[in-house]
T-cell receptor, first 114, second 112 residues
């Protein structure tokens, strides 16, 4: 299972763009990169997923370089409500035995300052 | 369908008592997962079901823990003879064909 490394915490002012980078040096060929957001006392919530290059949805963008050994979650113009823990996960739920044991790590605690 | 539902949301119990949590996944999802999360940590995998079959169990799941998913629908997670170290948030997730987990709000257990 691919191990991920991401900053423990980040601070940002409202209205700024926030980029959170995750490293995953031993990513496997079939692995997807998925980011989740978690608020206190709630379960994690899917934000965005990608395999390579760039993916954008209404909430965020995900940048993945050609070697796929890292990825960057970009949150445009953050607001106070974006204060949460962000997890980077690497894996493929359908690649076989053990693949469904996705490892969350400690995540990145983002604090948005007024 | 309103997503993954977990009950109860909060449970306070005394050490040595048994507790049971229930998870109702998204109806069309055939895969169901249980995770445990303690304060300041990310969720840790406990066990996984594909339909009614329990296909994987983490070493974190001691013999005091048992999970079932009768008929491949809802699932229950029972903890027998609870210990203070069992205090945590127990999260249930389900997945269908996509590589995405949909989590419930969790069941918080406090063992006194």
């Amino acid at each position: 299972l691919a191990k991920t490394t991401q900053p423990i915490s980040m601070d940002s002012y409202e209205g700024q763009e926030v980029n959170i980078t995750c490293s995953h040096n031993n990513i496997a060929t079939n692995d997807y990169i998925t980011w989740y957001q978690q608020f206190p006392s709630q379960g994690p919530r899917f934000i965005i997923q990608g395999y390579k290059t760039k993916v954008t949805n209404e909430v965020a963008s995900l940048f993945i370089p050609a070697d796929r050994k890292s990825s960057t979650l970009s949150l445009p113009r953050v607001s106070l409500s974006d204060t949460a823990v962000y997890y980077c996960l690497v894996g493929d739920l359908y690649s076989g035995a053990g693949s469904y044991q996705l490892t969350f790590g400690k995540g990145t605690k983002l604090s948005v300052i007024p | 369908d309103t997503g993954v539902s977990q009950n109860p949301r909060h449970k306070i119990t005394k050490r040595g008592q048994n507790v049971t949590f229930r998870c109702d996944p998204i109806s069309e999802h055939n895969r169901l997962y249980w995770y445990r999360q303690t304060l300041g940590q990310g969720p840790e995998f406990l066990t996984y079901f594909q339909n009614e079959a329990q296909l994987e169990k983490s070493r974190l799941l001691s013999d005091r823990f048992s999970a079932e998913r009768p008929k491949g629908s809802f699932s229950t997670l029972e903890i027998q003879r609870t210990e203070q170290g069992d205090s945590a948030m127990y999260l249930c997730a389900s997945s269908g064909g996509a590589n995405v987990l949909t989590f419930g709000a969790g069941s918080r257990l406090t063992v006194l």
